[in-house]
């Protein structure tokens, strides 16, 4: 493995890597920056142009992706954070500047992310640490796209990167995505009221069947969650609905949320149907309001009336 780059940081701006001399490698050094395709002198001359430039110098395919080859696989954090610190801040409108940014700080994200998801599970599957894995990364073509300018703070881009890397994967990992895609009002009254449409009752009836019946036989829920929406649809609405429960305080009649009050699935009459605890109950509808949403409702219009 060829000798890693010196830096020397210099007052107010980032430091310029300096080119060792070709006495100074090792065999295995000299051996690898004898090969054409990955030769690491021609990547080093273009680090050093780099950063003393502040522009990415003009490279053509080859060039550019030896360059992104090396600052991915074989730069130590310090010269790919200082590399994509530079091109954050002086050459962001370059057509590979988010390119070069990703090479230097996907490492970091990957590692972060399995640093992240040990110290917040036990036994944390692939899954979670994919998941905040997938947050880091979004989280850094984000900080990118949006280019917010740096404060005059000491490491003032590696603070704003670790917090923003941070943040991603979080919200990436704990987010609850059954009510992605539903929008809130402040006032309801204040919205647009629901058109009234004369509709066949009896084409409306088969269709809802249709529906049920797809619905409670879907075949990719699992098979708690399938038994609970078929003992809703066994009790039906006399039975698996009730009405909203109010506080003792004021008088329901006057609140406002009472209008066109529609009624609410009742987890105590499913519970005591299928012989199961209330919890599991709430947790079976939330998996599959998420799967049903997005199978049967993903544009929000199924029971949109026109």
């Not at 249709?210 to 829920?221: A, I, S």
């Not at 006057?254 to 066109?260: F, I």
């Amino acid at each position: 493995m060829t000798e890693e780059i010196k830096t020397q940081p210099t007052a107010a701006e980032p430091g310029v890597p300096v080119l060792p001399s070709p006495q100074g490698l090792t065999s295995s050094a000299r051996y690898g920056a004898e090969r054409n395709e990955k030769n690491p002198i021609g990547v080093w001359a273009t680090l050093v142009e780099l950063s003393l430039s502040k522009k990415i110098p003009p490279l053509d395919g080859v060039q550019m992706l030896a360059l992104l080859h090396y600052m991915f696989n074989v730069a130590d954090r310090s010269l790919r954070l200082q590399i994509a610190e530079v091109v954050y801040r002086y050459d962001h409108d370059h057509p590979n500047a988010q390119d070069l940014f990703l090479a230097c700080t996907l490492p970091s994200a990957e590692k972060a992310a399995r640093r992240k998801a040990e110290k917040l599970f036990v036994r944390p599957s692939d899954w979670q640490v994919e998941l905040m894995y997938d947050g880091a990364v979004a989280a850094a073509i984000e900080m990118f796209q949006a280019n917010a300018p740096l404060s005059s703070i000491p490491n003032a881009f590696r603070r704003y990167f670790t917090r923003a890397m941070s943040r991603g994967m979080l919200r990436r990992c704990f987010r609850r995505e059954e009510n992605s895609g539903i929008r809130s009002i402040g006032d309801g009254s204040a919205g647009r009221t629901r058109k009234t449409v004369a509709a066949n009752t009896v084409e409306r009836e088969f269709f809802m069947r249709e529906l049920l019946d797809q619905v409670t036989n879907y075949p990719n829920l699992r098979p708690p969650v399938r038994a609970t929406l078929q003992c809703i649809a066994a009790l039906g609405p006399d039975f698996a609905l009730k009405e909203h429960a109010y506080t003792a305080s004021g008088d329901p009649d006057k609140w406002k949320r009472n209008r066109d009050q529609r009624p609410i699935l009742d987890p105590d009459a499913i519970a005591q149907a299928m012989g199961i605890p209330k919890c599991d109950v709430h947790r079976y509808l939330c998996q599959a309001r998420v799967i049903l949403r997005q199978v049967f409702n993903a544009d929000g219009r199924l029971f949109q009336i026109h």
